[in-house]
């Protein structure tokens, strides 16, 4: 018989570990089922099912090149831009299919917005990376937009470093804040599921805390989806954790569960560090 | 003792003979290609010296306030070809902007398969067409059916001369401004249209002004298609469906004239040209400078 094996990345997470198995499962916000996505002849999504709850974060890990980005872009549609991309299956918001007929899909992504690796601010002022979406949606009012940005930059913890500098060029952020003003961009348009696709990765250790502090108190209000390469990250802020190879979904469960008890042996290979 | 080339310290060992020949070879190749540069920049600067020198003879103020008058008179002046090179050139940016920006942005954010091909090929073969070929597609498309030369018709010629050139530089800023910056305005639920006037045009903006004020520089100086559609006048013409007086067309008519006063002014007309080109080749290059300011 093996002997047990250690996960050095949980140490010290065991408060937070323990909480999300002793709570009743939430209620899913978003559901794929039997998604496939292509790259032209590539087969780089397959057959997976997987149900995201609403108000909690759930984590893609998985070896790079497994597909975790092509799951998340299909998750809001962002393949419709790749035109040798081809997506089938079902990926459902509050039980409507978002690839059904008569659905558009910049509606789609207004609902459900996207962090993405890079730090991508519009070549703009803070405040007008701020306040454009709500703008192009249809607010007018300027006091209105002032207090959008104020409560989207505190919300995404940034507000006191940039509360003086408002006017000034988002580019002349550093990375970190950077990244932390696209969290707050997407706050600002009230989306109701938030995906972010290795937002800390181009981080220091310091940025990365301030994020992850930020996308657990983000589970208050939306239902987030992180795509992560640190076994450590997914550990701290998820509540369930999803592991993806070649394509295929091969376990979801609570990220406690997961990570101390995998049920297959090649999630258990990749978690403690065999391959990947 | 004996030391060998190999026990010497690195730098100390005596050169090979290849490697001496291939110095050699290095630095008749530097000076050679360092003599060329020079020899074209001093060209471009007697050019330059000469005409400013010649040029400068000639301009006092009623040259810049006065219309022309009879060979010989004084106080004669191109005021009128000036002010009719700007509303000539005003009105071909005015059609040509619009059509190359839109092309521009076509071709870079929807420009795949075989009419965007069409539509570049097109582009380049025109960028290579005499402007003389486009004057005459001018003046019969323009000028002949109305039996009348019109400022119009120098306007058109000029903008299907610029339009290559804004397409191009408007396509490839605009390629440039990056993709993940297009898909985080898509990601905010906005549509295409929408991130494409206020982000991506905002964003490739200094590319695209860059690339209208090389064209205008282009223009300015062009006379060949104005011969038989503006066609010049010695009076004051502000109408743009009249013939009128452009200023690169009098500096043609009096440089060909046998007349001694009338090639004083030719140079003092040259000279302003040149220094208009500068003056719009500069401000390109500080607009490039300052891109990434929001
Ligand atoms: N536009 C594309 N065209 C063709 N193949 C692609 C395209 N984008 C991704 N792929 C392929 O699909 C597979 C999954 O890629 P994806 O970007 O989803 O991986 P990932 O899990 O996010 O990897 P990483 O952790 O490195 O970001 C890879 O094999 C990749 O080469
Ligand atoms: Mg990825």
């Known amino acids: 018989m093996p002997a047990p094996y250690q996960f050095p990345y949980l140490v010290g997470g065991a408060e937070t570990l323990a909480r999300p198995a002793s709570e009743p499962r939430p209620p899913s916000k978003m559901a794929t089922d039997g998604l496939n996505v292509f790259y032209g002849q590539f087969h780089a999504i397959k057959h997976v099912t997987l149900s995201l709850p609403d108000r909690r974060v759930s984590a893609l890990i998985g070896p790079s090149g497994c597909g975790k980005s092509t799951f998340l872009r299909a998750l809001n549609r962002m393949h419709d831009l790749t035109p040798e991309a081809r997506v089938e299956g079902s990926v459902t918001l509050d039980g409507t299919d978002i690839y059904g007929p008569g659905i558009d899909p910049v509606e789609v992504r207004h609902r459900i917005g996207m962090v ?47 509360k003086d500098r408002l006017n000034s060029s988002a580019l002349g952020l550093s990375g970190g804040q950077q990244q932390r003003l696209c969290i707050a961009r997407q706050l ?20 990365t805390a301030k994020i992850e502090d930020l996308i657990f108190a983000l589970r208050r209000d939306y239902a987030v989806v992180i795509v992560t390469h640190s076994m450590q990250q997914a550990a701290r802020v998820s509540d369930l954790t999803s592991f993806f190879l070649l394509g295929e979904m091969i376990e979801t469960g609570p990220t406690a569960e997961v990570f101390t008890h995998p049920t297959d042996r090649r999630t258990e290979d990749y978690i403690t560090g065999r391959f990947g | 003792m004996t030391t060998t080339r190999s026990q010497l310290p690195f730098g100390r060992r005596p050169l090979t003979a290849h490697m001496r020949w291939r110095y050699g070879w290095s630095a008749v190749g530097v000076i050679g290609s360092g003599f060329c540069a020079g020899l074209a920049a001093s060209l471009l600067l007697l050019i330059l010296g000469y005409v400013a020198i010649q040029g400068v003879a000639a301009l006092n103020p009623a040259f810049l306030t006065h219309v022309p008058r009879p060979v010989g008179v004084p106080g004669a002046g191109v005021a009128n070809g000036i002010v009719g090179t700007f509303i000539v050139v005003g009105i071909a940016v005015a059609l040509a ?112 002004i860059t690339g209208l004020l090389l064209a205008i520089a282009r ?40 007349y001694e006063d009338w090639h004083r002014q030719a140079w003092a007309g040259a000279f302003l040209l040149i220094v208009a080109v500068l003056i719009l080749n500069v401000s390109a290059r500080l607009v490039l400078r300052n891109r990434f300011e929001a």
């Open chain 1, 116 to 162: 993405f690796q890079r730090a991508n601010p519009f070549p703009k002022s803070i405040f007008e990376n701020v306040v454009f979406g709500p703008k192009v949606h249809g607010e007018r009012r300027h006091r209105e937009l002032i207090e959008i940005c104020e409560r989207s930059l505190v919300k995404a913890a940034l507000w006191d470093e940039v």
């Open chain 1, 188 to 207: 600002a348009v009230e989306p109701e599921v938030i995906l972010m696709d290795e937002p800390a990765s181009a981080l220091d250790p310091l940025a």
């Open chain 2, 219 to 258: 223009v300015t100086g062009e006379t060949a298609p104005l011969l038989f559609t503006a066609f010049g006048s010695q009076f004051w013409e502000l109408n743009p469906t009249n013939p009128m007086a452009v200023l690169a067309l009098q500096v043609f008519t009096y440089a060909i004239s046998p």
């Open chain 2, 97 to 208: 902007t619009p059509v190359g920006v839109f092309t521009g942005i076509y071709l870079a954010l929807f420009g795949r398969g075989r009419f965007a091909e069409t539509v570049r090929f097109l582009a380049d073969v025109l960028s290579g067409i005499p402007s003389i070929a486009i004057g005459l597609f001018a003046y019969t498309l323009f000028v002949q059916p109305f039996r009348h030369f019109s400022a119009l018709s120098a306007s058109l010629a000029f903008a299907i001369l610029m339009l290559p050139l804004i397409i191009r530089t408007a396509e490839e800023s605009i390629a440039r401004v990056p993709t993940r910056v297009r898909e985080g305005a898509l990601a905010l639920g906005i549509s295409t249209y929408s991130s494409t006037i206020h982000i991506i045009v905002p964003a490739a903006r200094a590319g695209i």
